[in-house]
Nanobody, 124 residues
Framework: VQLQASGGGLVQAGGSLRLTCAAS????????IAWFRQASGKEREGVVC???????LETEAAKGRFTISRDNAKNIVYLQMNSLKPEDTATYYC???????????????????WGQGTLVTVSS
C-alpha cells in the first residue's frame, strides 16, 4: 500500500493548483481519502475528505475554494484548490482509511497510510 502526493508548487495568491494522490497496491475507491496539511511550525490539520460512498467533509477554510474528487479509472484522488491564499501555504498530505465507512472524518487517527506530502507555497 503506497500513496504518492504530487502537484504542489509556488503560486500567487488567487491562483489555483491541483494536487494528486495516486495509489499503488490497492484500490482507492472503497476507502475514505483525506487531505491534511501542515504549515511550518504548526500542527497537521485536516482539509477535506471523501468517504467510500463519496460523502464529503470539508473545513470552513476549504469550503467554496477546494474540491476533492476521484478518478476511479486512474486510481487517483484530486484536490483542486482555487482562490489560494498565503495562509494555505503548507505541506499537503493525502491519507487513506483502510476500513470501509460510509462517512469520513478529518481526524488523523482515522487514517492508516499516508503519502509523503507535497509543498504548496502561495505568495502574496
Amino acid at each position: 500500500v503506497q500513496l504518492q502526493a504530487s502537484g504542489g508548487g509556488l503560486v500567487q495568491a488567487g491562483g489555483s493548483l491541483r494536487l494528486t494522490c495516486a495509489a499503488s497496491g490497492f484500490h482507492l475507491r472503497p476507502h475514505s481519502i483525506a487531505w491534511f496539511r501542515q504549515a511550518s511550525g504548526k500542527e497537521r490539520e485536516g482539509v477535506v475528505c471523501i468517504s467510500g460512498t463519496d460523502r464529503i467533509l470539508e473545513t470552513e477554510a476549504a469550503k467554496g475554494r477546494f474540491t476533492i474528487s476521484r478518478d476511479n479509472a486512474k486510481n487517483i484522488v484530486y484536490l483542486q484548490m482555487n482562490s489560494l491564499k498565503p495562509e494555505d501555504t503548507a505541506t499537503y498530505y493525502c491519507a487513506v482509511d483502510v476500513d470501509y465507512k460510509s462517512t469520513c472524518r478529518l481526524a488523523m487517527i482515522e487514517y492508516d497510510n499516508w503519502g509523503q506530502g507535497t509543498l504548496v507555497t502561495v505568495s502574496s
